[in-house]
DNA sequence: GCCAACGTTGGC
DNA sequence: GCCAACGTTGGC
């Protein structure tokens, strides 16, 4: 079993909107950078945990958890001409995108900032605050696990 | 809105 | 295969 990051534009889509989502599960489409589909194609599973992220918005945070609940599917956004996530590129009988079902663990009773990430030092080697990192699916190590649900009062 | 740091594209 | 131009991400 492993442990990932998510990003999410909590205007778009935040930790709340995946708890009322139906049985609290959503596919997580519209991922359009090869290095994250990778990890999709790879190394995603069922089980895997996941640190859920609101990113460009007024307080960037790890907010709560979640769990993969199915192998990776294909994204069919990209074949949809309307979706934002289109992609001409992709030919359906060879998906080029793919995603997985998440579904909602927990909120944070106290979200864990990017501000404070970054000088915690038990949590400087996390991918999120190495520089220049993007990735809006990556990986994180048990400790860094342990210690952001520590900090979130998840434990 | 700015801009650093990437990733992608496409001409050659 | 190189690399300049362009587009995107995302914190600030």
Redesign the pocket.
């Known amino acids: 079993m492993k442990y990932w990051l998510f ?1 999410s ?1 909590p205007d778009d889509f935040s930790i709340d909107d995946l708890a009322a989502s139906d049985k609290q599960t959503t596919f997580w489409f519209g991922i ?4 994250a589909r990778n990890f999709i194609r790879d190394e995603l599973q069922p089980d895997d945990l996941i640190l859920f ?5 007024a307080v ?1 945070a790890v907010v709560g958890t979640a769990i993969v609940v199915s192998e990776a599917q294909t994204d069919n956004t990209a074949f949809d001409p309307q979706s934002p996530y289109f ?1 001409a ?1 992709s030919d359906p009988s060879k998906p080029r995108w793919l995603g997985v079902d998440i579904q909602f663990q927990r909120k944070f009773a106290t979200p864990v ?3 404070f990430i ?1 000088q915690d030092e038990q949590l400087q080697r996390m991918y ?1 605050v ?7 699916i990556q990986p994180v190590t048990e400790d860094e696990w342990q210690r952001i649900l520590t900090l979130g009062g998840a434990q």
Not at 32 to 35: G, L, M
Not at 53 to 57: D, L, Q, V
Not at 131 to 136: C, E, F, I, P, Y
């Open positions: 990003k534009e359009r950078n090869y290095q992220y609101h990113s460009s918005c960037p992609d590129k900032t990017l501000r970054k999120l190495q520089k220049g990192n993007r990735l809006s």
